[in-house]
């Protein structure tokens, strides 16, 4: 499943590997990309045990898209399923930690290690 055109410049893609949901973002997390990425996300953590959220191409985030992924996570919790962050690019990093949410997610090096936290339940 792929998520793109009306995104403009940025793409959400949907794949699955072990039963959970790998969700690839490209782009700004922003007002443009926000309603896609927010019925994506929805999807993929009603049908999944677990969701990582593979973040290598995304450029940035603004309010809107900060909102989602707090959104999503909460989401995540009431309907007992996990999402990871993976692989966050530094400059996304840099816009989390300017908004002072750095902390606020769980975050793994790369899609690897995030569908590992999610199979053995750990947290790396």
């Known amino acids: 499943m792929t998520v793109a055109g009306l995104l403009g410049s940025s793409s959400i893609r949907v794949g ?5 949901a790998v969700v690839t973002v490209r782009g700004e997390i922003g007002r443009a990309m926000v309603p896609g990425l927010r019925d994506v996300l929805s999807w993929a953590i009603d049908n999944h045990p677990g969701v990582v959220v593979d973040l290598a191409g995304a450029t940035g ?3 809107d898209g900060l909102a989602l992924l707090l959104q999503s996570q909460d989401r995540a919790f009431l309907r007992h399923s996990e999402i990871c962050f993976a692989q966050p690019a530094p400059s996304l990093l840099a816009a989390l930690e300017r908004l002072q949410a750095d902390a606020m997610f769980l975050m793994a090096d790369d ?7 999610l199979r053995d339940g750990t947290r790396v």
Do not use: P, V
């Open 61 to 63: 985030i603004d309010r």
């Open 111 to 117: 899609c690897s290690t995030a569908l590992k936290q």
């Open 16 to 20: 699955e590997h072990d039963g959970f």
